[in-house]
T-cell receptor
Framework: NAGVTQTPKFRVLKTGQSMTLLCAQD?????MYWYRQDPGMGLRLIHY???????AKGEVPDGYNVSRLKKQNFLLGLESAAPSQTSVYFC????????????FGQGTRLTVV | GQQVMQIPQYQHVQEGEDFTTYCNSS?????IQWYKQRPGGHPVFLIQ?????EVKKQKRLTFQFGEAKKNSSLHITATQTTDVGTYFC???????????FGSGTKLNVKP
């Protein structure tokens, strides 16, 4: 079992460029999440999805878009990257239901110059 | 929106000393989970607390959930260098969908 896989692992973008981060899970989980991690800020929720075809905003959604066309994939898009989006991005998934643990991908380190 | 605050932000201890991190929510939580992130790694689930006043132990780690289900703590007895990492609490409200993490406590253990 691969669990949760994020691609790419590293990326450097120029300001204004766009890119898509891919998260794939093979555990048939309903819920998927995108977080960003910055020093001293913990993990902040960007967007999340509770099922195929549904998405919702988290704490810091501005500048990001997401799509969940297939249950196993959750895509995070940056339309016009800004230096403030330099961060480590983590995807997580969990089963639906009250008390399920989250499984994280290995993270994507994104630098916007 | 829900806020989960965690203190302290950093803790440096000598190996063998105890360590405690605290998690406080502005709203009542349905449950709380604790995760550990090793340096350069990703968060990994440690434990979940559900009941008011619940206490759980994992070897040298003791987890508590407050009576009002708004706060929690993680205590490590006699720290070891393998305990190094960042410890996060994560809570959900009763709709279960959103999953908020605290700001984390970074633990450094000097041998």
């Amino acid at each position: 079992n691969a669990g949760v896989t994020q691609t790419p692992k590293f990326r450097v973008l120029k300001t204004g460029q766009s890119m898509t981060l891919l998260c794939a899970q093979d555990m048939n989980h309903e819920y998927m999440y995108w977080y960003r991690q910055d020093p001293g800020m913990g993990l902040r929720l960007i967007h999340y999805s509770v099922g195929e075809g549904t998405t919702a905003k988290g704490e810091v959604p501005d500048g990001y878009n997401v799509s969940r066309l297939k249950k196993q994939n959750f895509l995070l898009g940056l339309e016009s990257a800004a230096p403030s989006q330099t961060s480590v991005y983590f995807c997580a998934s969990r089963n639906s239901g009250a008390y399920t643990e989250a499984f994280f991908g290995q993270g994507t380190r994104l630098t916007v110059v | 929106g829900q806020q989960v605050m965690q203190i302290p932000q950093y803790q440096h201890v000598q190996e063998g000393e105890d360590f405690t991190t605290y998690c406080n929510s502005s709203t009542t939580l349905s449950n709380i989970q604790w995760y550990k992130q090793r340096p350069g790694g990703h968060p990994v689930f440690l434990i979940q607390l559900v009941k008011s006043g619940e206490v759980k132990k994992q070897k040298r780690l003791t987890f508590q959930f407050g009576e009002a289900k708004k706060n929690s703590s993680l205590h490590i007895t006699a720290t070891q260098t393998t305990d190094v990492g960042t410890y996060f609490c994560a809570g959900t409200q009763y709709n279960f969908n959103k999953f908020y993490f605290g700001s984390g406590t970074k633990l450094n253990v000097k041998p």
